[in-house]
């Protein structure tokens, strides 16, 4: 993100856009555990990232607002990571 000019210059902003990221990994981590089980582990896996799902998307959103992307008005490598578990 950094060499494609989509990631924050200013510190505070970077750090928030590496948390978004974290946040993405951790919800495709549940997913991965969901995708990769079977029997009755699958079932308590889909129950676990169904909820995740829910919790990461709900604050994506809350953190969104009224922003065109989840640092403002320019995309950053927060915005892809974030799309890229959701797709």
């Given at each position: 993100s ?7 210059k200013?510190n ?16 495709r ?5 969901m ?8 079932k308590?896996?889909t129950?676990?990232a ?10 994506w ?10 640092l ?11 799309y890229?578990?959701?797709?």
């Amino acid at each position: 993100s950094q060499l494609a000019g989509v990631w924050p210059k200013d510190n505070k902003e970077s750090a928030v856009a590496l948390s978004l990221v974290c946040s993405a990994e951790d919800l495709r981590t549940t997913l991965y555990e969901m995708f990769f089980t079977e029997g009755e582990e699958k079932k308590k896996a889909t129950e676990v990232a169904t909820e995740a799902a829910q919790e990461f998307f709900e604050k994506w959103e809350k953190f969104l607002g009224d922003n065109e992307f989840l640092l403002g008005k320019s995309i950053t490598g927060a915005d892809y990571a974030v799309y890229n578990v959701a797709s």
